[in-house]
């Protein structure tokens, strides 16, 4: 079985601060991990994915995401926030024999000027 | 590339009739899509896995009878709300994949279903 925890409902952040969002995943044979962004009242994007093969995976818009096995983390960071930051952020985890993905429950981003 | 289309963006009907809701892969053939559901401030819940040409999965809880999926091409979804109640109002998302594994999904811009 395969579970995500996203361990914050909303972080606010200031504009050119540091963006940590956290996110926990739960999985009984090796994961894919995704961190997608949606705009209001829009669908996903892809930010990056991890596959297994570096642990750090860097993804658009400046966002980068670390795979700790040991810790079952997969936190997404961006150095310096921007105010076109403002989002939903989801953590999903994948890679069962269905192919789905099962979404964590999303943090909220907020950034302020 | 990997675009995913959804159409309508929104719709507005009356309770009892059926919507129908289009998902395409504009540029690739999705060999798998997924309709997924998400209520307001919600995270997204997989409804159903529908692969082309084969009998769409759906999750449990999921009334296989009240929302349709047909998966005609390698290009083509569709997701029929059949006689629609003002709860079946929500935010319908569609995504598409090439194989399954460790290939992104892309995901439509969303269709907005309201019931009244």
């Known amino acids: 079985a395969q579970s995500v925890t996203q361990l914050d409902s909303h972080v606010s952040v200031s504009e050119g601060a540091l963006v940590l969002l956290r996110c926990n995943y739960s999985?009984?044979?090796?994961?894919?991990l995704f961190w997608y962004v949606q705009y209001p009242n829009q669908g996903l994007q892809l930010l990056l994915k991890?596959?297994?093969?570096?642990?750090l995976v860097k993804g658009i818009n400046g966002f980068e995401a670390e795979f700790k096995k040991s810790e079952t983390s997969f936190h997404l960071t961006k150095p310096s926030a921007h105010m076109s930051d403002a989002a939903e952020y989801f953590c999903?985890?994948?890679?069962?024999?269905?192919?789905?993905?099962?979404f964590g429950k999303g943090t909220k981003l907020s950034v302020k000027p | 590339g990997a675009v995913v289309s959804q159409h309508p963006s929104r719709v507005i009907c009356k309770s009892g009739t059926s919507v129908k809701i289009e998902c395409r892969s504009l540029?690739?053939?999705?060999?798998?899509m997924f309709w997924y559901r998400q209520f307001p401030k919600q995270s997204l819940m997989l409804m159903a896995t529908?692969?082309?040409?084969?009998?769409?999965?759906?999750e449990q809880g999921v009334e296989k009878d009240k929302f349709l999926i047909n998966h005609a091409s390698l290009t083509l979804s569709t997701l029929t709300v059949t006689s629609a109640h003002p709860e079946d109002s929500s935010f319908y998302i569609c995504?598409?994949?090439?194989?399954?594994?460790?290939?992104?999904?892309?995901f439509g811009p969303g269709t907005r279903l309201l019931v009244l």
């Open positions: 991890y596959t297994s093969a570096a642990t």
């Open positions: 529908s692969n082309e040409g084969s009998k769409a999965t759906y």
């Open positions: 999903a985890v994948g890679g069962g024999s269905q192919g789905n993905l099962i």
């Open positions: 995504s598409a994949q090439t194989s399954g594994g460790s290939e992104t999904q892309y």
């Open positions: 999985s009984s044979v090796p994961p894919y």
């Open positions: 540029d690739f053939q999705a060999t798998t």
